[in-house]
């Protein structure tokens, strides 16, 4: 679980949000993270993510970071095999 202290949590200097950038190629295709955008509000954060990750994209969805439940840790290579230690498992809001 974050802390107090957890970066995603806290404005940035400028008072800006950090927001998760998911985009998807084509329509046949899931949505994937791309990457993120610091912005004060969503139609900048908007502006940013499109110049960014929006050319190529047929999708492209913002979310606030501190507002993303991430379930489990980055080795997604291990997810769903039999040998898979569920204690392993990363559970993070934010």
Aim: proline share 7%; net charge negative.
């Amino acid at each position: 679980m974050p802390t107090h202290d957890d970066p995603r949590r806290k404005p940035r200097i400028d008072g800006s949000r950090q927001w998760e950038v998911f985009i998807r190629e084509t329509d046949a295709e899931p949505l994937r993270h791309v990457g993120s955008v610091s912005a004060p509000s969503v139609d900048i954060a908007t502006e940013q993510a499109t110049t960014l990750f929006g050319f190529s994209s047929s999708a492209l969805w913002l979310c606030p970071a501190d507002e993303v439940l991430r379930i489990g840790g980055n080795d997604l290579a291990s997810k769903g095999r039999a040998d898979a230690d569920p204690a392993d498992a990363e559970v993070t809001q934010g």
